[in-house]
């Protein structure tokens, strides 16, 4: 099956700097990679996803990008705020079936 | 669009009683819907996939007699925890599959349970 390991586990930036998540899969046939917000106590929220026919897309300050070859997606959040703190979740999936597998999370904590 | 509701929010139990939390999808038909346990400060961790129509697949480790479910229509799944304990308090999460080319999946606000 699927394997997504993401890092680093927790991040620290100063308010304007950037933050860059790193996940890897290990299925091949993976072609679907959302990436999900989590704040504490509440649901984690889609904020972007990338399919296996691109190799970047771009959303405001949030982007992501996808390396096929080499098995492994990033987030890239640029000028972060104070409100981007929260804990974040890769996941890795196939359209041709249900099962989503999700990496560790990553807690970004953005120092004002 | 593409909203998931879940109900109750928050329960508290006493040790030895039955708890359902429903998962719906309001707006749109889930043939897939999942159920998560998160525990503080980590990762979501999936306990089964209910299908629409068909018996639940459940992870390994967790307990299908435990922790029933039931996929009754395409916009509702439930979640009893049977004869809940201590050690079955958390937050639980569903979430509800869209199909829309790729597979979107979106979750639900989550239900806190506590077992005294």
């Known amino acids: 099956g699927e394997n997504v390991e993401q890092h680093p586990s927790t991040l620290s930036v100063q308010e304007g700097d950037s933050a860059v998540i790193k996940c890897t899969y290990s299925d091949s046939a993976s072609n679907y990679f959302p990436w999900y917000k989590q704040e504490l106590g509440k649901r984690p929220q889609l904020i972007i996803d990338?399919?296996?026919?691109?190799g970047e897309k771009k959303d405001q300050r949030i982007a992501v990008t996808l390396n096929k070859t080499a098995k492994h997606f990033s987030l890239h959040i640029t000028e972060t705020q104070p409100e981007d703190s929260a804990v974040y979740f890769c996941?890795?999936?196939?359209?041709?079936?249900?099962?989503?597998?999700f990496g560790t999370g990553t807690s970004l904590t953005v120092i004002p | 669009g593409a909203v998931v509701s879940q109900h109750p929010s928050w329960v508290i139990c006493k040790s030895g009683t039955s708890v359902k939390i429903e998962c719906r999808s309001l707006?749109?038909?889930?043939?897939?819907m999942f159920w998560y346990r998160q525990f503080p400060k980590q990762s979501l961790m999936l306990m089964a996939t209910?299908?629409?129509?068909?018996?639940?697949?459940?992870e390994q480790g967790v307990e299908k007699d435990k922790f029933l479910i039931n996929h009754a229509s395409l916009t509702l799944s439930t979640l009893t925890v049977t004869s809940a304990h201590p050690e079955d308090s958390s937050f639980y999460i569903c979430?509800?599959?869209?199909?829309?080319?790729?597979?979107?999946?979106?979750f639900g606000p989550g239900t806190r349970l506590t077992v005294l």
């Open positions: 990338i399919r296996s026919n691109v």
């Open positions: 209910s299908n629409e129509g068909s018996k639940a697949t459940y």
């Open positions: 707006d749109f038909q889930a043939t897939t």
């Open positions: 996941a890795a999936s196939h359209s041709m079936g249900n099962q989503f597998y």
């Open positions: 979430s509800a599959v869209r199909l829309a080319g790729y597979n979107e999946q979106f």
